[in-house]
């Protein structure tokens, strides 16, 4: 069982629809868990970060963490084409180091 | 705030040659780690230092190599090049206070070995 997992996808969503990207981790002393979106050819840049169970809402990004069943996902609402990217997910483990799932390639059809 | 600067952004080398690569920090940030990341693979974590001490380190072979400075400027080095060498190297940096662990990455060096 790979330590972070994600859906390579790709995934592929209509303009203005929600888009869900969705993550597993195998620690459950895990406590920081991060949202990065990685454009073609560029570096990974941070969407969001979540230490808690439950929601959390930045614009039309929404993170969601549920510690009991090791998941956490990403919403995307109102999806853009410039939304489309590969989205990482990454873990900071018990450990202290910082695990990363190989990433959803979303795609937002206009 | 300046964000984190790598240098050079582009290299092209032959293999058996060997390479260094640069990163510099956010200004107060004493976290740096290395990645690899080749065409359609995920981020592969090299090795992470702290207080000029390598704190972890990844699944790479020993001809990979870094070191970190007072400063918390870093620097990898890659002995005896392979054309599998040849990737997207990444540096982040972290303020590591607390568990939080958030990584900002610079825009990376592209190395390409013939």
């Known amino acids: 069982q790979k330590e972070v997992e994600q859906n390579s996808g790709p995934l592929s969503v209509p303009e203005g629809a929600i888009a869900s990207l969705n993550c597993t981790y195998s620690?459950?002393?895990?406590?920081?868990f991060f949202w990065y979106r990685q454009y073609s050819g560029k570096s990974p840049e941070l969407i969001m970060s979540?230490?808690s169970n439950g929601d959390k809402e930045d614009g039309r990004f929404t993170a969601q963490l549920n510690k009991a069943s090791q998941y956490v996902s990403l919403l995307i609402r109102d999806s853009q084409p410039s939304d489309s990217a590969t989205y990482l997910c990454?873990?900071?483990?018990?450990?202290?180091?910082?695990?990363w799932g190989a990433g959803t390639k979303l795609i937002i059809k206009p | 705030k300046a964000g984190v600067t790598q240098t050079p952004r582009y290299l092209i080398k032959t293999r058996g040659q060997q390479v260094t690569l640069s990163c510099s920090p956010i200004?107060?940030?004493?976290?740096v780690s290395w990645y690899q990341q080749t065409p359609g693979q995920g981020l592969q974590f090299l090795f992470e230092?702290?207080?000029?001490?390598?704190?972890n380190k990844g699944n790479f072979p020993g001809r990979f190599s870094g070191r970190q400075f007072s400063n918390s400027r870093s620097e990898m080095n890659v002995s005896t090049l392979e054309l599998g060498d040849s990737a997207l190297y990444l540096c982040?940096?972290?303020?590591?206070?607390?568990?939080?662990?958030?990584?900002?990455f610079g825009p990376g060096t592209r190395l390409l070995v013939l």
């Open positions: 200004s107060g940030h004493r976290s």
């Open positions: 990454a873990v900071l483990y018990s450990n202290y180091q910082l695990i």
């Open positions: 620690d459950r002393g895990s406590q920081s």
């Open positions: 982040a940096s972290s303020q590591d206070s607390g568990h939080q662990e958030t990584q900002y």
């Open positions: 230092y702290f207080s000029e001490t390598q704190r």
């Open positions: 979540i230490y």
